[in-house]
């Protein structure tokens, strides 16, 4: 069964298509060294909510956007295999986290082992 990572982050949305060429870019860099899928997307109909939401989980500012993205492999030892991979690519590992166009301190992630799948 497959294996998925997910990812939820702030970005400022004046900063939304420099956002996009990266995550473009990295998706190529994931999808090269063999996973089978990389989706990005950008809050579209998101709310806060009473006790937790993803605005709420991100400490999301008035002038920024959820982004909310996953990326599937066949499993979780091709999913480590390949984040080690990707981390060594000179095209991600080359990447100065401070001109990121988003704050990584407020990004959060994780593993995923699927419990349904069509």
Do not use: N
């Amino acid at each position: 069964m497959a294996y998925v990572d997910g990812f939820v982050l702030p970005v400022p949305r004046d900063r939304i298509e420099d956002y996009r060429a990266i995550a473009g870019q990295a998706g190529k860099v994931w999808l090269e060294h063999g996973a089978l899928e990389y989706v990005e997307c950008v809050a579209d109909d998101v709310q806060p909510g009473k006790l937790t939401s993803f605005p709420q989980a991100v400490q999301l500012k008035p002038d920024e956007v959820v982004v909310f993205a996953w990326i599937r492999y066949a499993s979780r030892e091709d999913r480590d295999r390949i984040d080690a991979a990707v981390m060594e690519d000179p095209r991600i590992a080359g990447m100065d986290p401070a001109t990121l166009p988003f704050d990584g301190q407020r990004m959060f992630w994780g593993g995923f082992r699927p419990i349904v799948e069509y």
